[in-house]
């Protein structure tokens, strides 16, 4: 399951006190052969937290085998002795696999993640202790518990699998607020089986997560700490297609992103925005954000208003191309907005249900996307103003 | 008072009965001369409402004498048929002020101005009445019932008078959500009996609204309808000093706009940001809004929770020049980061009064601006969740 359901992988997730509730909060995943291919994307923003800046490098090599994440603590605005503590990290994640004999490793091999709070330093005496307990479970069932570990103000695990034609595809992610990525979202691990180089591994990474995570805009604010990786081992001998290998990884990272989307913090709606008929896909995504990020439609939908007025003036302050007396607005079937004016019958619109499907045809282009996000409720604000106390 | 505190102006505020509640919903606003010198700006809304079309054109005449406002309804995204409404009431108005000998007016001079539920149409028999009674009872006390009748979900008039070197400004506007001005905010009409044309007239409200309504972020969300309109009559006789008038006028909008945010929708805090040390004024205005638009950031603030990480994080999206590790912040007078990292102890923060200011200094130039938003509270999902049902 999870990270440990294609072959040749081992993981653990344990509790070394890093939480103040004692939950799990230090994973480990570790690539046990053959062969050793990875790739990972990240957060966008400028205040990219210290393992965001230690994994950018070992993404470089192609070849690391070992991801440790901690949640308890982002490490982000922590200066140079956070970035101190994430490469001790590494090292002591290095040195304790090779005295238990489980190969030869170096820092070099192991990518970084931390969540939690920003502005703190880890506990690294804890961490330290965590990551030893870490290593000594190591199994190749890990996988679950790898998932629990990482989990913050989330309330379900999110694993994911996918068997291909003759290889495996498994993953993990955390996430339900900060939830907007840049180029990636929160934390993710993804492995897999298959024979597939590095470098096909990053672009096929990359694509997946463009379509997919990116496409996801739960609550606007992008994390310090976003981070995709995913690694590849050969252990089950399959050279897939490439194409078809694609198409699998992005069904995984779909199923991840919509797992990310059901959890999101206080949310009552899962939103579909699809916006079609646009002049290029830049400006479907554009257009599909915009209403995304607008706080009074999403809590019209909370509301459980159809106010597709809310929609428009979204839409209008956009640069995409369009003409405001052409598009069109949809809410769950019924088109209550056509020419840019009153269409059908709002009241005939029911949003009782937690998911809502939105679609804005610009009749622009044949261009499209679809933008995912929440509502805004009572109780995402009630989270998130408590969320540090 | 308001728009009739300088001289030569009438107003008036009645009830249409276009507000199911019953409350004032038409305002009327006429200079009596003896010069007539105008000036607009308008949201930059791709689905700019049917009375932002029609005012746009109006304003290029430059000797506009009349503004009509409803509340009640917004008549935007109404098409053609709202285009012919807006027409017909401007219409409407120059014929009755022409019937009642107060002159002789074309619906060529008439600004037309409405708020209200986007993609509805206006009830233009109760229009109507409303405005023949709004005629008889123009008068130069006028002004607090003509600021009341505009009102939507504001609970306080916002109102502001100046005197200036021998002549006075005077101005009302509305608004409380729906509130990050694109060109100027909601709706608001200054007027003044300075002898000044319309072409300076212009070129100082442009000034004035980019320096305070556009710096106002309440809730990210732009209205179909901003418009600040200016009306000149030279009543006093004087011709400022272009300098002085310039300030003068920039401080009559500073006060409305800080009315516009004491009063957002559910807000508890007032939050200044402001950003010192940018390379270019355009930096300082990118950094601060997108702080002044972060969910996260504002719940904090709700919950009087200095996690100057999620100031971090929103600065860190922005394309503006700095270096993450040289930025500091301070909440309320109290550097809770420094260069990036960890600065003074965040308990010191005291955040229980409605005032908050914020710095952010990027070491990265000479030039600053503040933006002025809310928080997000329980009370804004609330209100705007149950707007329009």
């Known amino acids: 399951m999870s990270v440990t359901q294609a072959q040749g992988f081992t993981a653990a997730g344990v509790a070394a006190g890093l939480k103040s509730s004692g939950a799990k909060d230090v994973s480990l995943v570790v690539n046990t052969g053959p062969k050793a291919a990875s790739a990972a994307v990240f957060t966008t923003n400028k205040f990219a937290a210290a393992p965001v800046?230690?994994?950018?490098?070992?993404?470089?090599?192609?070849?690391?085998?070992?991801?440790?994440?901690?949640?308890?603590?982002?490490?982000?605005?922590?200066?140079?002795?956070?970035?101190?503590?994430?490469?001790?990290?590494?090292?002591?994640?290095?040195?304790?696999?090779?005295?238990?004999?489980?190969?030869?490793?170096?820092?070099?091999?192991?990518?970084?993640?931390?969540?939690?709070?920003?502005?703190?330093?880890?506990?690294?005496?804890?961490?330290?202790?965590?990551?030893?307990?870490?290593?000594?479970?190591?199994?190749?069932?890990?996988?679950?518990?790898?998932?629990?570990?990482?989990?913050?103000?989330?309330?379900?695990?999110?694993?994911?699998?996918?068997?291909?034609?003759?290889?495996?595809?498994?993953?993990?992610?955390?996430?339900?607020?900060?939830?907007?990525?840049?180029?990636?979202?929160?934390?993710?691990?993804?492995?897999t089986d298959a024979d597939i180089d590095s470098e096909f591994l990053q672009h096929a990474l990359e694509f997946a997560t463009s379509q997919t995570f990116d496409r996801l805009d739960s609550d606007g604010c992008m994390s310090t700490n976003d981070t995709v990786i995913l690694l590849a081992n050969a252990a089950s001998g399959a050279s897939p297609d490439p194409k078809e290998f694609q198409e699998a990884l992005t069904r995984v990272c779909e199923d991840l992103a919509q797992q990310l989307m059901a959890d999101a913090e206080g949310s009552t709606k899962e939103i579909h925005i699809e916006v079609t008929g646009a002049s290029c896909e830049s400006d479907a995504v554009q257009v599909g954000r915009s209403v995304s990020r607008s706080n009074l439609f999403k809590c019209a939908m909370f509301g459980e208003d159809p106010n597709w007025g809310r929609i428009l003036s979204a839409v209008g302050t956009t640069s995409a191309i369009f003409a405001a007396y052409e598009v069109d607005v949809s809410i769950n079937g019924v088109k209550i907005c056509i020419g840019g004016g009153v269409g059908e019958d709002r009241s005939a619109v029911d949003l009782s249900q937690r998911r809502v499907d939105v679609l804005i045809d610009l009749h622009a282009g044949v261009h499209q996307a679809i933008i995912r996000t929440n509502d805004l409720s009572i109780g995402y604000v009630v989270e998130n103003s408590e969320y540090s106390t």
């Open 53 to 191: 800046i230690w994994s950018r490098q070992i993404r470089l090599g192609g070849d690391a085998r070992v991801v440790v994440l901690n949640s308890g603590g982002a490490n982000a605005c922590t200066g140079p002795p956070g970035f101190a503590d994430t490469h001790a990290t590494a090292e002591l994640v290095a040195a304790g696999l090779t005295a238990r004999e489980l190969g030869e490793f170096g820092a070099g091999e192991v990518f970084v993640c931390s969540t939690g709070l920003i502005g703190e330093r880890l506990d690294m005496a804890a961490l330290g202790k965590g990551i030893d307990l870490a290593i000594s479970r190591l199994a190749p069932t890990g996988g679950v518990d790898a998932a629990d570990a990482i989990m913050t103000t989330d309330t379900q695990r999110k694993i994911s699998e996918l068997r291909g034609d003759g290889y495996t595809i498994g993953g993990m992610a955390k996430g339900a607020g900060m939830l907007a990525p840049g180029m990636a979202t929160m934390l993710s691990v993804i492995t």
